[in-house]
């Protein structure tokens, strides 16, 4: 089995076209979603209508959730993407499950238990990335029986194998990369072999100037500047 993965489209579609243009070269049987699929000041209702058309297995994460449920200090930027939407779009948005299973693979957003722990990667106060460590890794797992689980959120790409052989693999963000300086659109393929599981994390070179001329147009230069150097922004996980 060969199964494309990605996830934190956060409404750009330019990175997201990028991705499946990539992806369709790739031969894989399956392609699936993590979540956080609408949040960003680029076009939010084109990303919901492309991903309605392709009908992908999905799971929701906590920004799909906000836009739904709405919460008591609303973050502007969800409040965009809510208002950007059509009644068929929100639907489709809400009728996404949190969790998800292909086979031997597990689907979550954040953790297998949260859509809004950061699982392998953690970003501190200063908003510098650091490797979580195998321990606490491990403790997420506890329970989930696959041979591998897939999560996104920390827009961070990350492969490691748990110590009793399962492998986590976080695909990192297609339309917004954080704090580590690859503004590419990021996505992962992972591949059932003869002895366990190959990973591999991509990195595809897209038009960032146009999303970055998305995001001003909607007034968010810090956005735009996010999705050119692909450093800023750890605050809006
Ligand atoms: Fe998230």
């Known amino acids: 089995m060969k199964l494309a993965v990605l996830s934190d489209v956060h409404g750009n579609l330019h990175a997201l076209d990028a991705v ?3 992806i369709a070269g790739q031969g894989v049987d399956q ?7 609408l949040s960003g000041p680029y076009d ?13 297995q999905s799971v929701r994460g906590n920004h799909d959730r906000f836009i739904v449920n709405g919460r008591k ?14 009644a068929a779009q929100k639907d489709w948005l809400a009728g996404i499950p949190a969790t998800g299973r292909v086979g031997d693979v597990f689907l979550c957003h954040g953790t297998p238990s949260s859509d ?14 650091f490797y979580r460590s195998q321990e606490s890794i491990t403790r997420e797992a506890e329970g989930v029986e696959a041979e591998v689980l897939l999560c ?16 986590v693999v976080n695909p990192g963000s297609v339309g917004m990369p ?9 996505y992962a393929i992972i591949e059932k072999m003869t002895h366990g599981w190959r990973s591999s994390l991509i990195a595809v070179p897209y038009d960032n100037e146009a999303a970055a001329h998305q ?8 956005w735009a500047d996010s999705v050119r150097s692909g450093w800023s922004l750890p605050w809006a996980l």
């Open 20 to 22: 499946l243009e990539d």
């Open 31 to 37: 392609t699936v979603a993590l979540g956080d699929f």
């Open 44 to 56: 939010p209702a084109g990303v919901a209508d492309r991903l309605m058309a392709l009908d992908l």
């Open 73 to 86: 200090d609303d973050w502007e930027i969800d409040v965009l993407a809510r208002n950007a939407l059509s």
């Open 116 to 129: 809004m722990v950061l699982w392998l990667t953690g970003i501190d106060d200063d908003g510098k990335a």
């Open 152 to 167: 996104g959120h920390t827009h961070i790409a990350r492969s490691l194998r748990l110590g009793d052989g399962r492998l």
């Open 178 to 186: 954080l704090a580590i300086g690859s503004p590419a659109a990021h």
């Open 215 to 222: 995001a001003l147009d909607h007034g968010y230069p810090t």
